[in-house]
């Protein structure tokens, strides 16, 4: 599978920003992440909609019905059985993906998207879909360390657009740029 090189997104909305990771609220953009696409009405990931699993070193996410997004790079064609429609698409270079770490992260995501983000309705593993900031964006919650962790991801184009909605939203929490 060939690889792309993905530019990092520098903020237009904040020229000087924090870097520390001691701030309440942490953004990083792991866009250069392998991002694989799969469609299958055979595939044998195990991972049921809604939920993603770590395989090895790939985050296996069930974002629809017979649809896998694999985060990282694992094999994806041998959880397949070519005996249905089937397709694996490489999808690194059209998809942003940012994280965004700590406890007041619920309290950004909740000024920019109209779902509930307390653990009972976004357990750690929960994959879902929602408009953020008006971008429809694959959000998964993937706590690291005992952290609360989210990646956001969305479509390239409006990458930049996000990645500044999202440090304006949590500026009131001390957002800090990785």
């Known amino acids: 599978m060939p690889s792309f090189s ?4 520098e903020s237009a909305v904040l020229t000087s920003y924090p870097s520390s990771t001691d701030a309440p609220v ?3 953009d792991e866009s250069a992440v392998a991002k694989t696409l ?10 049921p ?4 699993v770590m395989v090895g070193d790939a985050l296996v996410c069930g974002t629809r019905p017979d649809e896998w997004l694999i985060l990282g790079t ?11 429609f089937t397709s694996i698409i490489p999808f690194t270079h059209g998809r942003s993906l940012f994280r965004l770490s700590g406890d007041d992260t619920p309290g950004l995501l909740e000024k920019v998207c109209g779902l509930d983000w307390s653990d009972n309705m976004t357990p750690d593993g929960a994959v879902v879909t929602a408009s953020v900031a ?3 964006c694959d959000i998964i919650r993937t706590d690291q360390d005992g952290q ?4 956001v991801m969305c479509d390239r184009s409006f990458g930049q657009y996000l990645f500044d909605a999202l440090i304006d939203a949590g500026t009131e929490f001390g957002i800090a740029v990785q």
Do not use: W
């Open 6 to 9: 993905v530019p990092p997104f």
């Open 26 to 28: 942490t953004i990083s």
């Open 38 to 47: 799969i469609r299958s009405d055979r595939a044998q990931f195990g991972v």
């Open 49 to 52: 909609f809604g939920s993603s």
């Open 74 to 84: 694992v094999d994806a064609s041998a959880a397949v059985d070519s005996g249905g």
């Open 134 to 136: 008006l971008v429809t």
């Open 148 to 151: 609360r962790s989210y990646l």
